[in-house]
């Protein structure tokens, strides 16, 4: 997912790119923190003297239930992809792709529907 997401992100501009580039390093961060756990787990040694493996940031249940909501649910990709695909007004201009769904100067949604007037 990682890799996809770096592949992925010149495709995105303004609004977009930010929720993408957020995507990305919580991904990043997932990553380190995986790395830590399995080192722990094939050394068979927890840091900081811990009788479990230690994590930097699923250290208390409620920062892992946090955590796990954000990134299992993709929150900021799915932001992202809307803000790609149906461009605030001031960033349609910046656009590096054709993808947005609009047509001339008057930006339209799938199915007929007016972005703009809603």
């Known amino acids: 997912?990682?890799?996809?997401l770096w592949l992925l992100h010149k495709g995105f501009t303004g609004r977009s790119y930010t929720w993408w580039m957020i995507a990305f390093w919580i991904q990043f961060w997932l990553?380190?923190?995986?790395?830590l756990l399995i080192a722990q787990a094939t050394f068979h040694h927890n840091l900081m003297g811990k009788p479990v493996p230690f994590s930097v940031l699923r250290s208390s249940s409620h920062a892992s239930n946090f955590i796990s909501s954000i990134t299992r649910s993709c929150i900021p990709i799915v932001i992202a992809v809307y803000d790609h695909m149906l461009p605030p007004e001031g960033e349609r201009e910046s656009a590096l792709c054709t993808c947005a769904w609009h047509k001339d100067d008057e930006l339209q949604a799938p199915f007929g529907t007016n972005r703009s007037a809603v």
């Open 1 to 4: 997912m990682l890799a996809g």
């Open 31 to 35: 990553h380190i923190e995986h790395l």
